[in-house]
């Protein structure tokens, strides 16, 4: 029977940059050893790790997924190549926190697509911007990781801790999903990654609720304005910032993953069935 560590571990999804990377980074300072999730960044993943086992030795491994719902990941066997489903590739992460560490404490949903889809695709003038297979693509991309992935992460979480003997269990298993300040303001054409956040908001509060008899909280972070893409012109980036009440500017993933921290500090253990957003009060005004 392999040993179980004695200090905490945390999966972050997508953790290889951005929010994913500073929330990462500020669980292992905070003396979590955490799993790594990317997908196609293994370079930035792989350094990422390296660095924080250069910190700690074997606090940090990196694990490969797509959390997208028709992924072609496949395992060969006697058969041939066998589709691997979303679901075995949730509890696949989950297992790679137990099958190294002996346990999983924490579970940052962070992976999310984002990108527009409209409902109407062709403007005057135009080619339609998307077709039928398309769009399909787009809804299990955008579904898959903003809400399903979620979902089948925190169903493997959830039923790992509850093959937990009682007395042995911790009392501060935490959950985190990252969902979206805008969500009750979206974006123009942005609409099925709007559906898809305004469930994953859902989630957490219905498995709060399902999953409060096993210590396990389940709360949410909406980030608002937050690390803008390296190609927004800066006039662009001008204009979001002059809108944001507090500071003018957008969130740094500092502040971003400070909330995930406390959420999942035992300073929050009553604290579940939450969201907090992170947004410089941007959502208040925005029409």
């Not at 999730?37 to 390296?50: F, I, M, P, Q, V």
Request: charged share 15%; glycine share 6%; proline share 5%.
């Amino acid at each position: 029977m392999m040993s179980v560590a004695t200090v905490p571990v945390a999966l972050v999804t997508a953790a290889a940059k951005r929010l994913g990377c500073g929330i990462a980074e500020i669980l292992h300072a905070q003396g979590y050893a955490v799993c790594l999730h990317y997908h196609r960044s293994a370079e930035d993943a792989n350094t990422l790790a390296a660095t924080l086992n250069s910190r700690r030795p074997n606090s940090a491994i990196a694990v490969q997924a797509d959390l997208s719902a028709i992924a072609t990941a496949s395992v060969s066997n006697a058969h041939g190549a066998a589709p691997i489903s979303l679901v075995q590739r949730c509890a696949g992460l989950v297992d790679a926190c137990y099958n190294h560490w002996g346990r999983c404490d924490v579970l940052v949903n962070n992976a999310s697509a984002y990108y527009p889809t409209p409902l109407l695709n062709k403007d005057e003038g135009h080619e339609p911007s998307m077709n039928e297979e398309t769009e399909a693509a787009a809804a299990a991309d955008l579904f898959g990781t903003n809400a399903l992935a979620p979902f089948f992460l925190i169903k493997a979480f959830a039923q790992r801790v509850a093959d937990i003997p009682a007395e042995q269990r911790s009392d501060n298993y935490s959950i985190v999903n990252m969902i979206d300040a805008m969500t009750n303001q979206p974006l123009l054409g942005f609409t099925m990654y709007t559906m898809a956040k305004e469930a994953l908001e859902g989630l957490t509060r219905s498995a709060a609720l399902e999953l409060a008899p096993l210590q396990v909280r389940v709360n949410g972070v909406s980030p608002g304005l937050s690390l803008f893409p390296a190609d927004m012109p800066s006039a662009v980036q001008a204009d979001y910032r002059s809108k944001v009440p507090l500071y003018q500017r957008e969130s740094t993933a500092e502040e971003v993953a400070a909330a995930v921290f406390f959420l999942c500090s035992s300073s929050a253990k009553y604290i579940t069935g939450t969201c907090v957003k992170v947004d410089g009060g941007y959502s208040l005004t925005r029409a």
